[in-house]
């Protein structure tokens, strides 16, 4: 989203040596990238130091660099003519607990070269990431769990240079974004206390990495950039996310919004930037009720209900026969039985207004989404009380959580001139959904935007900008974190966004229930 | 010759952590090191990264930190307890072209533990550094000569080790002070272009190597710090010798010289420095008569002529029978001969004065400074004309150098506050034999100052004292190389420099021929 890059590739002409002018090889290099880069620090790698004296006499003094920079030192870690013309790359990384996502990018241009996702092979160890931890303290755990993502990224770099007609050793530059307990389990990194009082973790800012020293199968002087965390609880996904979405560089305030089983909030603009995160329910990614899943084929992404009719109109993933639903379509589905009546303003079904839809077993209430007999399973796909309850706290720990920081910063949610919404999640939700069960505030609908894959679009700017890399840290020392109290103030505002859509509907006048 | 040092060693106390100081574990101690330090830019290497969260719980948050600086960046290179009390070394090396000195000293209090030195195992493949820079053309050569100066190196700190009872990897930190040849060869860097015009060494300011990248047994992230040079003629062991003699902090005009067959001058004070480089040949390290060798048992170091009775009074290294003579010994008999009247003014064996010591072989004469009988070697030492004249020359080119960087900076050596003498012709040297043959200016004798292996002590300061570090570039930006142009007005100063002790005797009112 920057318009004007630097690139980690640059190419040099330097003016041969001379009688008058007898610097050496490599401070004559040197020298000229630290004009050109405008900085005092420049080093070589020690094996472009080894060949720096042939190569430059056998390219005429016409050379191409690559580049690399942390803590104000560039470092120049490979060197090829100009003229030879092979492709550099670099790789992009969305390290996801669940997910990963690779992009190849040209370091040269900046083109995405091809693209990749994989499930991440810890899910094996175990699905959450708690699991994962626990499993480092057992003797050789937290080697498996990192030789596991080292493992499924070289099996998908493979298949990405392949694809991309690169080898592997042309990937110069790889940047990692991820949760914090995903980048010190790429890392190697001991992540016990993370997860203990006071919850710390070995490290912040990881800067680079020598790609060797991780086992990643890149060039063999290749970097690897992981992006700082704040904390234990908000990673560098979330930092890159802001980088991507250039929250950081607006004069106006905006928000950007991470929702997941916790939802990261950073709010602020060019001068400041406020963070927080809170555990805001797994019911937002689908994975309350038994037919919650992520999202993919015959997965429910959308549903619409005719308030009149009360016909269900729903949409899956791929138009496959349905067989669960994702967290934006469950967020739609109690939308729209709110809209037309099905539930009231406490999230309780309504027998009534259900139609035939509504079942009871063992006492508790339910509403049948999909009859067995349409569904891809052959089984009814069913909403139960007990979800919508949950779904109801997790709409309301979202909407406190974006109370509390809003009124943190002494503003309200309409000053927000933008509405982040990162990931999956924000490309899938309607907000017109979010905001009609009271999830999300009621704004002008184009204030709302989907930021994509924010984690793996700030990882892919850090390597076709250098300008980017400065920026994270920038952005890292300007972030204030917010630790969220959950005091009185909050219990309160807690329990009047457990209303759909809230309490107070003059903050929601958008929202409009049919009227029967 | 510091009185305040900042060790690489340092003592860390960490606040530990808490709910309301929740920074990572690595970001703790780079915090706590920026302040201490008073430097933004602190990393860990991964080593250290990947123990530290389990390190730090062992001690309390009390710990031991090795550290190393490179442009600008200080790093953490190995940590313990602070309980642990291991001793903590380093290395510091003289890396001579036919000579290696090697000395041990304590990271913490700087107090030497050890020393040894050896020949430089490179003289197997040539005594003279033009050979071995050949050699590299050969297949395989800039390897060999690399080998072997390495597994010298690594044979010795084993030595080293055993003497003082400490292990390989207690050694942390190497300083190595050489000229650009030889540094290049022990960097494995190619030193092909510095003997061909331009004259380009590979690289300036090595800055810092890993110790396994150039095979150097001692900690396996242990830091080789390789002084810089100014080119192919001005190495690091000139600036090891600045930094040393303190020349670049003093408030009055000083001049640092170093004697063997290139003669290396450095001028200045606190705010400048001019240096230069010339030939002043073989003569002055003993190199030209068949008698010359290095300093060594047996070899004549000292010689007295009583000009009335021409009895020669000889000493020699260890008192053992004469066996040949180095360089300090042959101005001493130059000279004793001079006042004695035994060679005239134009440098020629005056045979009338010689008594029978004078004889003649194929129409040129010489002189017998031990007969046979009495040398270790049952063979007469002589010294011939040709000799003579070899001595002449070096020593007027010597003097001329002196003169023309006076000069050059508008003074005259009468200005100079201090001589330093560098190196083991520093040593042996007498300064009134050096004036008497006019090599020298005629300085009053307590400006003289020898000052042992200053490149040896150049290399410890580096490993006692931070601060001495960070000198070292600032001496090499400050450091103006003058080009030697051998013009006429040089020309003219060399013919004037030629007689003994010059064309102009009133320059050196001292010395007093015996008048018979």
């Known amino acids: 989203m920057q318009s004007t890059h630097k690139r980690w590739v640059i190419d040099v002409t330097l003016t041969p040596p001379s009688l008058g002018d007898n610097t050496g090889d490599a401070d004559r290099l040197v020298g000229h990238l630290r004009k050109q880069l405008d900085s005092p620090n420049v ?3 020690r094996a472009v130091l080894l060949s720096l004296p042939s190569l430059l006499r056998e390219n005429h003094y016409r050379v191409r660099c690559v580049l690399c920079k942390d803590l104000g030192t560039w470092e120049v870690i490979a060197l090829t003519g100009q003229a030879e013309d092979v492709p550099m790359a670099g790789l992009a990384v969305d390290l996801g607990t669940s997910r990963v996502v690779l992009r190849m990018v040209s370091l040269e241009d900046g083109q995405t070269l091809a693209e990749t996702a994989f499930d991440n092979p810890q899910l094996s160890v175990g699905a959450d990431i708690l699991t994962r931890i626990h499993h480092t303290d057992t003797t050789g755990g937290l080697a498996h769990l990192q030789e596991l993502i080292i493992a499924g990224l070289n099996r998908h770099i493979i298949s990405l240079c392949r694809h991309a007609d690169i080898g592997q050793q042309q990937i110069f530059l ?5 949760n914090t307990a995903m ?3 790429f890392l190697g990194l001991n992540p016990h206390w993370m997860i203990r009082e006071p919850y710390i973790p070995a490290v912040n800012r990881p800067g680079l990495t020598r790609a060797p020293d991780l086992g990643l199968e890149i060039h063999p002087r290749g970097r690897v950039l992981v992006f700082p965390n704040i904390g234990s ?4 996904d979330l930092i890159a996310g802001i980088l991507y979405s250039d929250l950081h560089r607006r004069e106006d305030t905006a928000i950007l919004v991470d929702v997941g089983t916790n939802a990261e909030v950073v709010l602020g603009n060019q001068n400041w930037l406020m963070a927080c995160a809170g555990a805001a329910g797994p019911a937002l990614e689908g994975g309350v009720t038994k037919m919650g899943m ?3 084929p015959g997965v429910i992404d959308r549903i619409d209900i005719n308030p009149e009719t009360r016909l269900f109109q729903i949409h899956t993933i791929d138009d496959q026969e349905p067989i669960g639903i994702c967290g934006s379509g469950l967020i739609d589905l109690a939308a729209q039985m709110f809209l037309a009546g099905m539930i009231d303003m406490r999230g309780r079904l309504v027998p009534g207004q259900c139609d035939g839809r509504y079942k009871e077993k063992d006492g508790m209430g339910y509403l049948v989404v999909i009859p067995g007999d349409q569904s891809g399973s052959g089984m009814d796909l069913t909403i139960g009380q007990a ?5 109801t706290r997790s709409k309301a720990a979202m909407f406190t959580i974006l109370e509390t920081i809003t009124t943190t910063v002494g503003m309200t949610m309409e000053d927000l001139s933008a509405f982040y919404v990162a990931g999956t999640f924000g490309s899938f939700i309607r907000p017109t959904s979010a905001i009609s069960i009271g ?3 009621d704004l002008e609908i184009d204030r709302y935007q989907p930021l994509g894959n924010s984690s793996l679009g700030g990882a892919t700017l ?5 300008a980017a890399v400065d920026e994270i840290d920038t952005i890292r020392e300007r972030i204030t974190y917010m630790e969220l109290n959950v005091n009185q103030e909050f219990m309160n505002r807690f329990s009047a966004a457990k209303f759909f859509p809230h309490t107070d509907p003059s903050r929601f006048p958008s929202v409009k229930v049919w009227e029967t």
Do not use: E, N
Not at 174 to 178: F, H
Not at 462 to 466: E, G, K, R, V
């Open 439 to 441: 999830m999300l505030p």
């Open 43 to 45: 080093a070589l790698d």
């Open 294 to 296: 992520m999202a993919g």
């Open 462 to 466: 850090a390597l076709t900008s250098t």
């Open 387 to 391: 979800d919508l309850d949950s779904l």
């Open 233 to 236: 609880y908000f990673g560098g």
């Open 183 to 185: 980048t010190h389990l």
């Open 174 to 178: 790889t940047a990692v974004a991820g």
